[in-house]
């Protein structure tokens, strides 16, 4: 079954292994995901933060991108996770769900990109709107 993320090669588990060890939240100062899905019944983003800061109540928003259509059911977006006190002091480890609506996002379905800091990103597939969230 998969878990809805593409960007990431199956073939090469072990540098996908290695890569998430490089990417804990000890091994720097930025923000980064955990885990992104999309909860279909809330039409959300479902969005595990880990950061470092002074506290736990860092408020984090999307910066969306364009929507690109390539024509057909083909589009991508992307977006930049924003954490609102991105100059909080390092001093502890902190995790954090963050639910983004998506109520309001025309382009769909696409690909959609969450990205933060130069290296962290995750692409998922959000899906067209359905009856229940006209």
């Not at 079954?1 to 490089?22: E, I, Q």
């Not at 279909?40 to 408020?59: C, K, M, S, W």
Request: proline share 5%; charged share 20%.
């Amino acid at each position: 079954m998969s878990n809805g993320l593409k960007g990431h090669s199956a073939a090469r588990p072990t540098a996908l292994a290695l890569l998430l060890c490089l990417v804990r939240p000890q091994a720097g100062h930025a923000d980064n995901f955990q885990r992104v899905t999309y909860d279909a019944a809330t039409d959300e983003l479902v969005i595990v933060v880990v950061y470092r800061g002074t506290n736990p109540d860092h408020q984090f928003s999307l910066k969306w991108g364009d929507c690109v259509d390539h024509g057909g059911n083909h589009r991508e977006i992307v977006a930049e996770l924003l954490d609102q006190q991105y100059e909080d002091a390092a001093r502890k480890d902190y995790r954090k769900t963050v639910r983004m609506s998506l109520a309001s996002m025309d382009c769909r379905p696409a690909a959609v990109t969450l990205r933060t800091a130069p290296r962290f990103y995750y692409t998922l597939t959000v899906p067209a709107r359905n009856a229940a969230h006209p």
